[in-house]
T-cell receptor, first 110, second 116 residues
Framework: KQEVTQIPAALSVPEGENLVLNCSFT??????LQWFRQDPGKGLTSLLL?????REQTSGRLNASLDKSSGRSTLYIAASQPGDSATYLC?????????FGTGTSLTVIP | SAVISQKPSRDICQRGTSLTIQCQVD?????MFWYRQQPGQSLTLIAT?????????ESGFVIDKFPISRPNLTFSTLTVSNMSPEDSSIYLC?????????????FGPGTRLTVL
């Protein structure tokens, strides 16, 4: 079974705090790992894509890492803001299909 | 990246009826995907729609329930047939627009369906 797990399921932090979201997968076969943001009732916005040959990608306050050997990816958000409040989803791309994680619901408290 | 729109954005439907969801892309793309996101759940792939061929359905999804059309490289429709309350979900289309060499997917805003 192609499982992608995200921990924690929900997270609440005060504004300004740095935080880490975790994504783990049971099958190490991976082409890409992509992180998305989903606002309530909305579609997905692509944040970062890490190729299987890479270890990390950065965009602004976001940094995503990939460790294929341990089947893990992390999304680091620096200096969190209330506008970061959303659900964050990771997706493992096998080259044939995307498998999505269960998501982490983030609330940043002003 | 491609800009993707979906219609309708939301709908409330009666049991036993059908709804067709449209997905429009502002550029030509080879592969389009349809996903379902049930309340509180993550995304599940329904089918892959390539222009000029029959859609490929994932396990648990059948053409009679979710017929898909892909008449050209910028447009696709998904029909949810003979609906029941269990079909209440957000339905999303996505594309690989080829702007990245690495299968990066971009999503439409979704269609929120409620079946009474």
């Amino acid at each position: 079974k192609q499982e992608v797990t995200q921990i924690p399921a929900a997270l609440s932090v005060p504004e300004g705090e740095n935080l880490v979201l975790n994504c783990s997968f049971t099958d190490s076969a991976i082409y890409n790992l992509q992180w998305f943001r989903q606002d309530p009732g909305k579609g997905l916005t692509s944040l970062l894509l890490i190729q299987s040959s890479q270890r990390e990608q950065t965009s602004g306050r976001l940094n995503a890492s990939l460790d294929k050997s341990s089947g893990r990816s992390t999304l680091y958000i620096a200096a969190s803001q209330p506008g970061d409040s959303a659900t964050y989803l990771c997706a493992r791309d096998t080259g044939n299909q995307f498998y999505f994680g269960t998501g982490t619901s983030l609330t940043v408290i002003p | 990246s491609a800009v993707i729109s979906q219609k309708p954005s939301r709908d409330i439907c009666q049991r036993g009826t059908s709804l067709t969801i449209q997905c429009q892309v502002d550029s030509q793309v080879t592969m389009m995907f349809w996903y379902r996101q049930q309340p509180g759940q993550s995304l599940t792939l329904i089918a892959t729609a390539n222009q000029g061929s029959e859609a490929t359905y994932e396990s648990g999804f059948v053409i009679d329930k979710f017929p898909i059309s892909r008449p050209n490289l910028t447009f696709s429709t998904l029909t949810v047939s003979n609906m029941s309350p269990e079909d209440s979900s957000i339905y999303l289309c996505s594309v690989d627009d080829g702007s990245s060499s690495y299968n990066e997917q971009f999503f439409g805003p979704g269609t929120r369906l409620t079946v009474l």
